[in-house]
Every structure is written in structure tokens, then in C-alpha cells.
């Protein structure tokens, strides 16, 4: 089991940026893959980003390339995501997720078997 707990979430204005943090413990060497996905009220839960944990390939949802980086920091176990040029339809709770087995596809909720609690992102415009 991985344990992720997030950080850095807060409120900005259009244009600003954020960078959010997603910190794992547990059995950390077992993660193969870890992203980011957010929730907009009434709105179903959807992909921000990916990397593989290994190689640090990166998967972004069309909506944020361009404007988010994710990266890795293997040795803190720690997952980034940067966020600039922030919209206010960026608001939206945001979800780190870890998985624990090895998979090819990155962009489905189903593809993750590890989440943490959520950071809430505000952008006012």
C-alpha cells in the first residue's frame, strides 16, 4: 500500500501559477506510475497529468500542455506538478495518484490504485 498526501494547493489569480506537491510513503518502491487528476464541482473527475515513475515519460490531458509540468523527485518520493498561466477553469479539488503495478496506460481513474485526500485550486478571475 502507498500513502499520498498533497500540498500546495491555495488561491490565485488568472495568469498566477502553483506548484502543487504529492508526497508518497509505504511501500514506494513498488510505484510504477503517479498523477494528477482534478474535480470540478458538479464534473466528473478527469486526467491532468502522468509520469512513470522509472523513466520519467509525461502524459498531460490536451486542456493543460503548455501551462503544467509534472515532474519527479525519486529520492523524496515526491511528485510536482506546476501549474502557470492558471484559468479559472483550472478551479477544482486536484488528486494525486500512485499505481503499484506495471500498466502502459495512464489517462483512467481505473489506472491508479492509490489516492490521496486532495488540494483544493482556486483561480478568481
Known amino acids: 500500500q502507498v500513502h499520498l498526501v498533497e500540498s500546495g494547493g491555495g488561491l490565485v489569480q488568472a495568469g498566477g501559477s502553483l506548484r502543487l506537491s504529492c508526497a508518497a510513503s509505504?511501500?514506494?518502491?513498488?510505484?510504477?506510475?503517479m498523477g494528477w487528476f482534478r474535480q470540478a464541482p458538479g464534473k466528473d473527475r478527469e486526467f491532468v497529468a502522468a509520469i512513470r515513475w522509472s523513466a520519467g515519460y509525461t502524459y498531460y490531458a490536451d486542456s493543460v500542455k503548455g501551462r503544467f509540468t509534472i515532474s519527479r523527485d525519486n529520492a523524496k518520493n515526491t511528485v510536482y506538478l506546476q501549474m502557470n498561466s492558471l484559468k479559472p477553469e483550472d478551479t477544482a479539488l486536484y488528486y494525486c495518484?500512485?499505481?503499484?503495478?506495471?500498466?502502459?496506460?495512464?489517462?483512467?481513474?481505473?489506472?491508479?490504485?492509490?489516492w490521496g485526500q486532495g488540494t483544493q485550486v482556486t483561480v478568481s478571475s
Open positions: 509505504g511501500r514506494t518502491f513498488t510505484i510504477d506510475a
Open positions: 495518484a500512485a499505481r503499484t503495478y506495471y500498466s502502459t496506460n495512464y489517462y483512467g481513474e481505473h489506472d491508479y490504485d492509490s
